[in-house]
């Protein structure tokens, strides 16, 4: 965590009950450390820069039937007229609205979708 200029929280604390009373975590208060901070607060920025929201679903993790679904390893987008649009790995699946917002985050249409 990122508190201020100059002070960051680390370590495997979760704040709950369990972690307080039973768990074995830790956790570490930086202060006076705004080089530090700014490290921190970059890499939470490139982070954030190509996480997605989460979007509750089958439980499975795959997004809901007729979105475009681009595999985030390849950068390959499909539709659900793709061959393999149903056998996507769920773990490698961003779910776009429409084939144009796939295109502009720089995916690709798959080869063997049909039109």
């Not at 604390?13 to 830790?26: I, L, V």
């Not at 659900?80 to 144009?100: H, L, N, Q």
């Amino acid at each position: 965590m990122v508190i201020d200029s100059a002070t960051i929280i680390t370590g495997s604390f979760n704040f709950t009950k369990a972690a307080e009373e039973r768990n074995a975590e830790n956790l570490l208060v930086i202060t006076e450390a705004p080089e530090l901070v700014q490290a921190y607060a970059a890499t939470i920025q490139a982070h954030a820069a190509h996480a997605h929201p989460y979007a509750r679903g089958d439980g499975g993790g795959s997004s809901a039937t007729g979105e475009v679904h681009g595999n985030r390893n390849s950068k390959v987008y499909r539709v659900p007229s793709c061959k393999g649009y149903a056998g996507m790995r769920p773990t490698s699946v961003v779910p776009f609205a429409t084939e144009e917002a796939a295109q502009q985050a720089g995916y690709r249409k798959a080869k063997d979708c049909t039109q």
